[in-house]
């Protein structure tokens, strides 16, 4: 699992990697590198890999760089713009095929930026796909709300896993946050540590939960809250998931001595 990439056609953010596996740092390859060559085992070298996959980046004074982690300002605009179009062009023709056309477009349009760019494609074709999956399934029901069904399943997905990963004291923040401080797996062996990272993960599920709590009603209202769910996606995708991954990221610092900020 990765910090939250959901559902990228209901305006949630994906994580770049892209600058994170040319250079390595800011996403734990350093370590994983390190963890490798020191004969660690195996189950380290797999947390550094994960740590690494999950696109989060680090500032040069070590701190959790979030909006790089959330894509920059062009993954939030890939993540933003597919189900904004869609908004617009429902709310202006009433009709759905060309909503959802217009979305599909506006999400190809960034894997040719991309193309043109000569960065990785992963973000931005996952975005087609997202879209794609969703636009599918509006098209299939002929319901323009089901557009922003299969962000319901992402969500709860990720909150199954993350709920697994604290009953296992495996918790996910731990996994993300251990690499950046440089405390790779020592922080299992402080009781402590793995209670604040336990706490740093419930943090991100209650983001996730928000989302549920207050989306699923909407979507239940039929086209009637079709504006109101489209609005609540934008602004509970990657401005809510920044804040979550910060205060994770505050919560979980350890004190004075117990290791690097």
Same mark, same amino acid.
Request: proline share 6%; charged share 15%.
């Given at each position: 699992?990765?910090?939250?990439?959901?559902?990228?056609?209901?305006? @949630?953010?994906? /994580?770049?990697?892209? =600058? &994170?596996?040319?250079?390595?740092?800011?996403?734990?390859?350093?370590?994983?590198?390190?963890?490798?060559?020191?004969?660690?085992?195996?189950?380290?070298?797999?947390?550094? @890999?994960?740590?690494?996959?999950?696109?989060?980046?680090?500032?040069?004074?070590?701190?959790?760089?979030?909006?790089?982690?959330?894509?920059?300002? !062009?993954?939030?605009? @890939?993540?933003?713009?597919?189900?904004?179009?869609?908004?617009?062009?429902?709310?202006?023709?009433?009709? *759905?095929?060309?909503?959802?056309?217009?979305?599909?477009?506006?999400?190809?349009?960034?894997?040719?930026? +991309? %193309?043109? !760019? +000569? +960065? /990785?494609?992963? !973000? #931005?074709?996952? &975005?087609?796909?997202?879209?794609?999956?969703?636009? $599918? %399934?509006?098209?299939?029901? &002929?319901?323009?709300?089901?557009?922003?069904?299969?962000?319901?399943?992402?969500?709860?997905?990720?909150?199954?896993?993350?709920?697994?990963?604290?009953?296992?004291?495996?918790?996910? #923040?731990?996994?993300?946050?251990?690499?950046?401080?440089?405390?790779?797996?020592? $922080?299992?062996?402080?009781?402590?540590?793995? +209670?604040?990272? =336990?706490? &740093?993960? $419930?943090?991100?599920?209650?983001? *996730?939960?928000?989302?549920?709590?207050?989306?699923?009603?909407?979507?239940?209202?039929?086209?009637?809250?079709?504006?109101?769910?489209?609005?609540?996606?934008?602004?509970?995708?990657?401005?809510?998931?920044?804040?979550?991954? $910060?205060?994770?990221?505050?919560?979980?610092? /350890?004190?004075?001595?117990?290791?690097? /900020?």
């Amino acid at each position: 699992m990765t910090v939250p990439q959901p559902d990228r056609s209901s305006g @949630e953010a994906l /994580p770049d990697d892209s =600058q &994170g596996a040319r250079t390595g740092s800011g996403t734990g390859n350093t370590s994983a590198a390190g963890a490798k060559a020191d004969g660690a085992s195996p189950m380290a070298g797999m947390a550094a @890999e994960y740590a690494a996959k999950a696109g989060l980046h680090r500032t040069h004074d070590g701190r959790v760089d979030v909006l790089k982690s959330a894509g920059g300002v !062009q993954g939030i605009a @890939e993540s933003i713009l597919p189900g904004l179009v869609f908004l617009v062009a429902f709310t202006v023709t009433q009709d *759905l095929t060309p909503s959802l056309v217009a979305a599909l477009a506006a999400a190809a349009v960034f894997t040719v930026v +991309r %193309l043109v !760019q +000569r +960065r /990785p494609l992963t !973000q #931005a074709l996952a &975005g087609v796909v997202g879209v794609g999956i969703s636009a $599918w %399934l509006a098209n299939t029901t &002929g319901k323009a709300e089901d557009f922003y069904l299969p962000g319901f399943f992402t969500n709860g997905a990720y909150i199954l896993a993350m709920v697994i990963s604290i009953a296992a004291k495996w918790p996910v #923040a731990g996994l993300l946050f251990g690499f950046i401080r440089n405390e790779g797996l020592d $922080w299992r062996k402080d009781p402590s540590r793995v +209670r604040a990272y =336990q706490l &740093g993960t $419930w943090i991100i599920v209650g983001v *996730l939960a928000l989302r549920l709590l207050v989306q699923v009603p909407l979507y239940l209202m039929g086209p009637d809250g079709l504006a109101a769910l489209a609005t609540t996606r934008l602004i509970m995708g990657a401005p809510l998931y920044i804040l979550g991954v $910060w205060i994770a990221w505050l919560v979980t610092r /350890p004190a004075a001595g117990e290791g690097k /900020p």
